[in-house]
C-alpha cells in the first residue's frame, strides 16, 4: 500500500514526463501505420518488419550492448562523464564498420538491391541513437529525451507523408524516411546536451572493458529476448510467406496501445529503482510499486480485449482485417512482457546480469519450441500463442529468482481470480454473441477487476493527483 506518496515523488516526475514524449510518438506512429496498410501491400509491409527485426537484433549484438552499460555508469558519480560516451561513440563506430566489412557479401546476396545500402546506414545511427539516449537518461535529463522523441515523430511523419503518400517510392521511400528522422532525432540529442564537446575526450580502454564486464553477459539476454518478441517473424515467413508476417506484424499495432503506459512507467522505474535499491524500505517500495502495476495492466487488459475487433475495423485496411484474431493473446504477452520487464530492472539495480540471462533463455527455448511444432499446424495463432506462454513463464521464472535480491511480494489471489476473468473476457471474442451480450460480458468483468483491485485503483488516483501537481509545476518551469 503506498502511504507515503513522497517516497514516489520522483517515479511520479519521470513517468509524467516520459508520458508527454511516448504518448506523442506513439499517436504519431500510430497514424503512420493507418498509412502504411494503404500505401503498402501485406507482402511489402512484411518486408519492412523483417528488416527491422534484423536491425533490431544486430545492433545489440555487434555493439556488445553497451548502451546498457552507458546507462548504469553514467549514474555512478565517481565515472567520468565525458571519458564514459566519447568511449561508448567510438567503440560503437568501429562494431558497425567491422560489422559492415564482414556482413555486405550476405546482405547483397538476401536483401532486395534498393535497401542494402540504405540497412548499414540504419545500423549505424540506431546503434548511435542508443548510446545517446543510454547517456541522457543515465544523466536523468528526462525533458531533452521528451523533446527529442515528439519533434522528431513529427519530423518522421512529415517525411513518411512525402515519401510514401506524395512520391510512392514503396519500401525504399520508407526507409530514406526512417534515416533521416533517425539523424534529425540524433542532431537534437546532441546539440542539446552539447555532446560534440565530448568527442574530444580520449578513447579510454580501462573504462570500456569495465563497461563490457557489465554488458557482455545482457548480449545472450539481448538475443533471447529477440528471439522471444521478433524471431516468430522469420519462422512465419518460411512456413507461410511474407504475406503472413504482414499480417502478424499488423496485429502486434493494438497491443502496442496497450504498451504505452508500460513503456513510460518502465522507463521512469529504471531510474527509480536503481535509486531505492540500497534503501532500508526497499522491498516495500518494489512491492508497492509491483501491486499498483499490476492492477493498472489487469484493468486495461480487460479494457482493451473487447475493443479488438472495432479497433481494427477502424484503424486498418480491409486486407488486414484478420489480425485481430491473433491480438488477443498478444494482448496477454503484452501484459506478461511488462511485469517480467519490471522484475528484471533488480537485475539492472543489483548490477547481476546473470540472473537476466537465466530466466530469459528458458523462455526463449519454449518460444522457439512452441514455434517450431505449432506454426506449420495452427498458422499465425501459434506464433502469438508462444509469445504469451514465454512472457508468462519469463515473469514467473523471474519473480522466484528475484528474490536472492529483493522481496517483490505478489498476492496471488488477486492476481489468479483477475487473470480468469480476462481470459474469460478473451474467449467470448471467438463465439457468436449479440452485442448486447458482448456489453454486459465485458462490462460485468472490468466491474469485478475493479472491485479486486479497489484498494489499489484508489492508490492509483492518489498517483495521479501527484502527478497533476507535478504538471501544474512542469508548466509554471516551463514558461
Known amino acids: 500500500m503506498i502511504r507515503k506518496l513522497n517516497e514516489y515523488k520522483n517515479l511520479a516526475k519521470n513517468t509524467l514526463l516520459f508520458s508527454l514524449g511516448t504518448l506523442g510518438s506513439t499517436v504519431i506512429s500510430f497514424f503512420l501505420v493507418m498509412i502504411y496498410t494503404r500505401y503498402l501491400t501485406t507482402s511489402e509491409y512484411g518486408m519492412i518488419d523483417l528488416i527491422n527485426t534484423t536491425i533490431s537484433l544486430v545492433v545489440p549484438v555487434i555493439t556488445l550492448q553497451i548502451t546498457e552499460a552507458v546507462f548504469r555508469f553514467v549514474m555512478d558519480e565517481a565515472i567520468d562523464k565525458q571519458k564514459l560516451i566519447s568511449t561508448a561513440i567510438y567503440f560503437v563506430c568501429i562494431s558497425t564498420f567491422l560489422f559492415f566489412i564482414t556482413t555486405i557479401y550476405f546482405g547483397r546476396k538476401y536483401m532486395p538491391k534498393e535497401v542494402v545500402s540504405l540497412f548499414y546506414l540504419l545500423v549505424v545511427i540506431n546503434a548511435i541513437i542508443r548510446v545517446q539516449t543510454a547517456f541522457v537518461k543515465g544523466l536523468k535529463r528526462i525533458k531533452t529525451l521528451v523533446t527529442a522523441d515528439i519533434l522528431s515523430s513529427i519530423f518522421m511523419a512529415i517525411m513518411i507523408l512525402i515519401f510514401l503518400v506524395k512520391l510512392q517510392v514503396g519500401i525504399t521511400g520508407y526507409f530514406i524516411a526512417i534515416i533521416i528522422s533517425w539523424i534529425f532525432k540524433s542532431s537534437i540529442l546532441c546539440f542539446k546536451e552539447r555532446m560534440y564537446n565530448y568527442l574530444i575526450s580520449p578513447f579510454d580502454k580501462n573504462l570500456l572493458k569495465q563497461m563490457l564486464r557489465y554488458s557482455v553477459f545482457l548480449i545472450p539476454n539481448a538475443i533471447i529476448w529477440w528471439v522471444v518478441n521478433v524471431s516468430d517473424r522469420y519462422l512465419l515467413a518460411y512456413f507461410l510467406g511474407v504475406e503472413a508476417v504482414g499480417i502478424y506484424a499488423v496485429s502486434y499495432k493494438i497491443p502496442q496501445l496497450l504498451s504505452i503506459p508500460t513503456m513510460i512507467f518502465y522507463q521512469a522505474w529504471q531510474i527509480s529503482a ?206
Open 274 to 479: 536503481v535509486e531505492s535499491y540500497k534503501s532500508e524500505n526497499r522491498d516495500q517500495v518494489y512491492t508497492n510499486v509491483f501491486t499498483v502495476y499490476l492492477a493498472l495492466l489487469m484493468i486495461s487488459l480487460s479494457i482493451f480485449l473487447p475493443l479488438l475487433k472495432p479497433l481494427t475495423s477502424i484503424l486498418f485496411s480491409s486486407s488486414f482485417y484478420e489480425s485481430w484474431k491473433y491480438a488477443s493473446f498478444l494482448l496477454f504477452g503484452t501484459v506478461f512482457s511488462a511485469l517480467s520487464s519490471f522484475s528484471g530492472t533488480v537485475y539492472i539495480a543489483s548490477k547481476e546480469s546473470k540472473g537476466a540471462l537465466l530466466t530469459s533463455s528458458i523462455a526463449a527455448l519454449i518460444n522457439a519450441g512452441v514455434n517450431i511444432i505449432l506454426i506449420p499446424v495452427w498458422g499465425i495463432y501459434a506464433a502469438s500463442f508462444s509469445t504469451f506462454l514465454a512472457y508468462f513463464i519469463m515473469w514467473v521464472a523471474r519473480m522466484q529468482h528475484i528474490k536472492r535480491f529483493a522481496n517483490v511480494r505478489l498476492n496471488l489471489k488477486k492476481f489468479i481470480v483477475s487473470f480468469f476473468i480476462t481470459v474469460l473476457q478473451m474467449l467470448t471474442l471467438y463465439v457468436s454473441l449479440s452485442r448486447f451480450e458482448l456489453f454486459a460480458i465485458h462490462t460485468t468483468a472490468l466491474v469485478l477487476i475493479l472491485v479486486i483491485f479497489r484498494r489499489e485503483v484508489i492508490n492509483l488516483i492518489k498517483i495521479g493527483t501527484d502527478l497533476g501537481r507535478e504538471v501544474i509545476k512542469f508548466r509554471v518551469y516551463t514558461k
